[in-house]
């Protein structure tokens, strides 16, 4: 009865240690279903939404790892503190077991989807522990390196569904995500001021005007490399439709709304809390997807 009661209080605890509110990043892992004409085939929706599955446990353990691991750290810090494993509601043993638990378990999974897709989950969770331990301490290294973990998602998902992967995928998602990125840095520089380095270490390498101009490079490239993307003949050719070019001013709209949210309104600190709660920018994804899903689904498209 005791051991019951002690696990319907640490559920909770557990929850929000592997932070589900951020496993929205691993939606990318639709892409190739989104865009391999997979979308309305059952049975590979069902495989996309398995890596998505597995992808978001993998998020987990390395979110449970780093808790246990700046648990010392965190308890200096006037927001981090009040984690479960730094406040020391949840213990580090059933954290720990908790992530091994999952980090076997969704490998495990990600090889029966096929060992390609293994390969991607284990290269995923390797880069991840990999920033964690090191890579986060080298300037510019650091955003990189989180722009290659959505790389290695998008093509995840594409292998998923055994889709081709063409060169556009890995190029519009790692300049996206630099941009999400270099947009977080900013915010976290501009708001927390001299305490910013407390924060994140790294970010003493870093100024405003240093991030503006590496935002205004990737923000340019990225419109432009969809923008190629969405008219190219090889586009075209492959997805049968020469309308998805349509979806461009909603990439516009929503890269100089999330622009507007970081200079005007100091937003942009976390990408996941700025697309849920700004309903402007909400309705831009969500009418984006639509765009594409008729231009690729839909008599219109053709």
Avoid at 18 to 45: H, Y
Avoid at 128 to 148: E, G, P, Q, W
């Amino acid at each position: 009865m005791a051991r019951r009661a002690a696990a319907g209080r640490s559920l909770p605890l557990l929850i929000a240690s592997v932070r589900p509110e951020q496993w929205t990043k691993n939606l990318l892992l639709f892409a190739g279903l989104m865009f391999g004409g997979r979308l309305l085939d059952a049975s590979s929706a069902l495989k996309a939404a398995e890596a998505f599955v597995i992808f978001c446990a993998l998020s987990s353990v390395v979110y449970l790892y780093n808790d246990i691991a700046d648990r010392d750290a965190d308890r200096s810090h006037p927001l981090k503190r009040t984690r479960p494993i730094a406040s020391g509601a949840l213990a580090v043993r059933d954290a720990a077991l908790v992530a091994a638990v999952l980090g076997v378990g969704a490998l495990g999974f990600a090889v029966r989807i096929s060992p390609a897709f293994g390969a991607l989950a284990g290269g995923d969770l390797a880069l991840l522990f990999l920033y964690s331990a090191a890579l986060k301490h080298i300037v510019i290294i650091d955003v990189l390196t989180i722009a290659a973990g959505f790389v290695v998602r998008a093509v995840a998902g594409a292998v998923a569904v055994a889709v081709p992967i063409g060169p556009w995928l890995p190029v519009c998602t790692t300049l996206l995500a630099l941009f999400l990125v270099l947009s977080k840095r900013r915010h976290e520089l501009v708001l927390l001021g001299e305490g910013a380095t407390d924060h994140r270490p790294i970010l003493q390498e870093y100024s405003p005007y240093l991030l503006d101009q590496m935002i205004a490079v990737v923000t340019a490239s990225t419109v432009i490399a969809y923008s190629i993307f969405a008219t190219s003949a090889e586009t075209a050719e492959r997805l049968g439709t020469r309308r998805l070019g349509l979806t461009i001013p909603f990439v516009l709209y929503g890269i100089f709304r999330y622009l507007y949210l970081v200079h005007q309104k100091r937003g942009g600190g976390s990408p996941t809390t700025t697309l849920v709660t700004d309903g402007p920018l909400l309705a831009c994804v969500a009418l984006w997807a639509a765009a594409v899903g008729l231009v690729l689904y839909s008599p219109l498209g053709h």
